[in-house]
């Protein structure tokens, strides 16, 4: 094989200068030649065997060992298996009852109890003095009280009006007041010592005040000025 592939590189160049540079003998001499190079190299090629890959040794394949079940296990599902089963209950005969069990009484909540205020004693009430308030020559203001009572009321609903020289004054206790004259106000009422007083302003203040006298309004009968 290695003089073949040595008369190719030796050879060839040479016949190929003879085909384009030589005689008619040289050029059938180089023909001839390449001829039997061709020749000689389909032989070797047709008598030499084609190699195949070597092939590979099959890979041992390493058996995985089955896990075992631990003996714990094993041992503990046997015992369940194996021990029996609990017995189902019995029915009751028939003539046999069994006694309800008494039941605890339920918890009683204890409830919160609002006081409410008494109703007052919403009802007319007599003025027992008046107290006049001048300012500027002008009569503003009068305070009147009386004896409060244990179920008085906190406001009272009064009506002041002027007559001549004669302050007329309608006093009732609370709001609801049946038959009220007109320009009734509710004031509220203040208990000092036994003591009921509320103050009434005037708009518009009166004129004088100094020579004025206050009498009870139902009753006619004169209240006394302090």
Request: net charge positive; glycine share 8%; charged share 15%.
């Amino acid at each position: 094989m290695l003089v073949l592939g040595v008369s190719w590189l030796l050879l060839a160049p040479v016949c190929l200068w003879l085909l384009f540079r030589g005689r008619a003998w040289a050029r059938v001499a180089a023909v001839l030649a390449l001829a039997v190079l061709e020749a000689a190299t389909v032989w070797l090629d047709a008598g030499i065997p084609s190699r195949a890959p070597a092939a590979r040794p099959p890979v041992p394949r390493t058996a995985v060992p089955e896990l075992s079940r631990p003996a714990s296990v094993s041992s503990a599902s046997s015992a369940y298996s194996a021990s029996p089963r609990p017995a189902a209950p019995m029915p009751s005969q028939p003539g046999a009852t069994t006694s309800p069990r008494p039941m605890a009484p339920a918890p009683t909540r204890s409830e919160t109890v609002i006081a409410h205020p008494a109703p007052c004693s919403a009802s007319p009430l007599v003025p027992e003095e008046a107290r006049l308030i001048t300012r500027g020559g002008a009569l503003r203001a009068v305070a009147l009280s009386w004896t409060a009572a244990a179920d008085g009321c906190d406001t009272a609903t009064v009506v002041v009006r002027r007559r001549g020289g004669t302050l007329q004054v309608w006093l009732h206790g609370g709001t609801a007041v049946p038959d009220h004259p007109a320009g009734a106000r509710t004031l509220p009422v203040n208990v000092a010592g036994g003591t009921a007083s509320t103050r009434v302003r005037l708009v518009p203040p009166l004129p004088g005040g100094t020579d004025l006298t206050a009498v009870d309004g139902r009753t006619g009968r004169p209240i006394a000025l302090r």
